[in-house]
């Protein structure tokens, strides 16, 4: 039984985990609203290489870069 719970509970305690580095290293951001905050952390502990939104005043100073949904989409390739 202790093996079931230690399965079922593992992945959620990563997640937590992930959740927590993502949320202090947001609050180390100086970006104007903490969702984004979150959000540019995220996806720099992720390796992205930009933040495809439609709210660029928001990541102003985000570590990654940030580009409209219109200046993606050439990057993204036509898939």
């Not at 580095?21 to 100086?30: P, V, Y």
């Given at each position: 039984?202790?093996?079931?719970?230690?399965?079922?509970?593992?992945?959620?305690?990563?997640?937590?985990?992930?959740?927590?580095?993502?949320?202090?290293?947001?609050?180390?951001?100086?970006?104007?609203?903490?969702?984004?905050?979150?959000t540019?952390?995220?996806?720099?502990?992720?390796?992205?290489?930009?933040?495809?939104?439609?709210?660029?005043?928001?990541?102003?100073?985000?570590?990654?870069?940030?580009?409209?949904?219109?200046?993606?989409?050439?990057?993204?390739?036509?898939?």
């Amino acid at each position: 039984m202790a093996k079931l719970r230690q399965r079922v509970t593992s992945p959620v305690s990563g997640r937590y985990s992930a959740l927590r580095r993502s949320t202090q290293e947001a609050l180390q951001l100086s970006l104007p609203n903490f969702e984004d905050s979150v959000t540019a952390a995220a996806a720099q502990q992720t390796g992205c290489d930009f933040i495809i939104t439609r709210d660029l005043k928001g990541f102003r100073g985000s570590p990654i870069r940030s580009l409209t949904p219109e200046a993606a989409l050439p990057l993204l390739g036509n898939s």
